[in-house]
Nanobody
Framework: QVQLVESGGGLVQAGGSLRLSCTAS????????MGWYRQAPGKQREVVAA????????NYADSVKGRFTISRDNAKNTVYLQMNSLKPEDTAVYYC??????????WGQGTQVTVSS
């Protein structure tokens, strides 16, 4: 039922930028937080960034602080991830997620981000 559609991934050279977008639809609950996770080949899925619907509280992985910025448009149920100064180690599939009031997460299909040396 819940639909999360990511876009904006692609191939970029090191030092470049990408902006990811995710729009949530068919949401039967009040969203608590929206965020981004990523999974690189052979590695565990990790939290990249998250933002609360109320209060604009943000959290970032240490590896992306100062380079990535998360933002959202609550009215559109859309979350963005501006990624600057990209590094090859940022290469991963990036997943959009939303959290319901009970702490349950829902996931999108993911979008590939590849950063070349």
């Amino acid at each position: 039922q819940v639909q999360l559609v990511e876009s904006g991934g692609g191939l970029v050279q090191a030092g470049g930028s990408l902006r990811l977008s995710c729009t949530a639809s068919r949401i039967p609950f009040s969203i608590s937080t929206m965020g981004w996770y990523r999974q690189a080949p052979g590695k565990q899925r990790e939290v990249v960034a998250a933002i609360s619907r109320v209060g604009s509280i943000t959290n970032y992985a240490d590896s992306v602080k100062g380079r990535f910025t998360i933002s959202r448009d609550n009215a559109k149920n859309t979350v963005y991830l501006q990624m600057n100064s990209l590094k090859p180690e940022d290469t991963a599939v990036y997943y959009c997620s939303v959290r319901d009031p009970y702490g349950h997460d829902y996931w999108g299909q993911g979008t590939q981000v590849t950063v070349s040396s």
